[in-house]
């Protein structure tokens, strides 16, 4: 179960063990290169064999893709919608 600490974290419990994820936008800032430095490195290996260079070319897609996703983290991270409290 999730839960939202007061420092903004957030605190996965997994058995006897705690994940506390701090800074998460940066956390899913980093996790989204990762996936983008994946995706063009196998992208890359697979067209050294011809009959995957259609798998190559769609692995390309999805990391140019994510080149878009980076700037909406960066973006979501500054912008918070948050709710007004009913002062009636």
């Known amino acids: ?11 996965l ?12 936008y940066e956390v899913l800032s ?12 196998l992208g890359s290996i697979l067209f050294l064999y011809p009959s995957q ?3 190559a ?3 390309f897609i999805i990391g140019s893709f994510q080149f878009l996703v980076r700037p ?3 973006l979501v991270r500054h912008l918070h ?8």
């Open 30 to 41: 980093i996790l989204n290169d990762v996936l983008i430095g994946i995706w063009f490195l």
């Open 57 to 59: 070319i769609w692995m």
């Open 53 to 55: 260079e259609h798998l």
């Open 81 to 88: 919608l948050q709710r007004m409290p009913d002062n009636r």
């Open 13 to 24: 419990h997994l058995g006897h063990e705690e994940l506390i994820i701090r800074q998460r």
């Open 1 to 11: 179960m999730a839960e939202q600490a007061p420092d903004n974290s957030l605190t």
């Open 72 to 74: 909406a983290i960066r």
